[in-house]
């Protein structure tokens, strides 16, 4: 057996799935459109879900294929965003989940309800107190408030709590009702507004056996 030819190939085969990996670790937001945009699955399934690297540039493209007349390409582009907030929310990686929330926050202004909604959501998963005034602004929106409630209940900290109080003294109806079951679910107490849960839904009577 030749020992130097045995070495040269292993290192060959290293050196060549070293430049296969690179692109997947230093992915361009451009490359990965691109390949969320092919109608290959086998293509577009590794695009989103190695999209994590890509941050905080590749959100807002993203959220527009998000209504791709394409069901697959819709539903790619919505997971890449998901794992590219999962990514920049990472231990030790402040700068991009920063970047990646200032990127969200934009969303929230976006034409379209669905992704006003999902933009919401991803930043109950790395939002801080900078996202709480935008969150909240959705709180008059009728196609996306519901979401927003959601999310800022999973908002730590009292600014979020403020938001859903300040909201809570100018709703009506259900989404008043449910404003207060956010509060008490964020240990508040709300006393004029008890839970459903504890209000009959139909009238009962008791008799004597």
Same mark, same amino acid.
């Given at each position: 057996?030749?020992?130097?030819?045995?070495?040269?190939?292993?290192?060959?085969? @290293?050196?060549?799935?070293?430049?296969?990996?690179?692109?997947?670790?230093?992915?361009?937001?451009?490359?990965?459109?691109?390949?969320?945009?092919?109608?290959?699955?086998?293509?577009? @399934?590794?695009? /989103?879900? @190695?999209?994590?690297?890509?941050?905080?540039?590749?959100?807002?493209?993203?959220?527009?294929?998000?209504?791709?007349?394409? %069901? &697959?390409?819709?539903?790619? *582009?919505?997971?890449?965003?998901?794992?590219? !907030?999962?990514? *920049?929310?990472?231990?030790?990686?402040?700068? &991009?989940?920063?970047?990646?929330?200032? *990127?969200?926050?934009? $969303?929230? #202004?976006?034409?379209?309800?669905? !992704?006003?909604?999902?933009?919401? /959501?991803? $930043?109950?998963?790395?939002?801080?107190?900078?996202?709480?005034?935008?969150?909240?602004?959705?709180?008059?929106?009728? &196609?996306?408030?519901?979401?927003?409630?959601?999310?800022?209940?999973?908002?730590?900290?009292? #600014?979020?709590? #403020?938001?859903? &109080?300040?909201?809570?003294?100018?709703?009506?109806?259900? %989404?008043?009702?449910?404003?207060?079951?956010?509060?008490?679910?964020?240990?508040? #107490?709300?006393?004029?507004?008890?839970?459903?849960?504890? !209000?009959?839904?139909?009238?009962?009577?008791?008799?004597? @056996?």
């Amino acid at each position: 057996m030749n020992t130097g030819s045995s070495i040269l190939t292993t290192a060959a085969i @290293g050196l060549a799935g070293s430049a296969s990996a690179a692109p997947a670790d230093a992915v361009s937001a451009n490359d990965l459109l691109t390949r969320i945009r092919s109608t290959d699955d086998a293509v577009r @399934g590794p695009a /989103w879900q @190695g999209a994590g690297p890509a941050g905080a540039p590749a959100v807002a493209p993203l959220a527009d294929l998000m209504n791709d007349a394409d %069901f &697959e390409i819709a539903r790619s *582009a919505k997971r890449a965003i998901e794992v590219i !907030v999962r990514h *920049a929310g990472r231990p030790g990686a402040a700068r &991009e989940r920063e970047a990646v929330q200032a *990127a969200l926050v934009r $969303l929230l #202004k976006h034409a379209k309800a669905n !992704v006003r909604r999902h933009a919401v /959501w991803m $930043l109950s998963e790395v939002g801080d107190d900078d996202a709480v005034g935008p969150m909240a602004a959705l709180l008059t929106d009728g &196609e996306a408030r519901e979401d927003a409630r959601c999310a800022l209940t999973r908002i730590p900290g009292a #600014k979020a709590t #403020k938001a859903l &109080e300040g909201a809570m003294r100018t709703a009506s109806g259900e %989404f008043q009702v449910a404003l207060a079951d956010s509060l008490r679910a964020r240990g508040e #107490k709300v006393s004029d507004h008890p839970t459903r849960k504890l !209000v009959p839904t139909r009238q009962t009577r008791v008799t004597a @056996g």
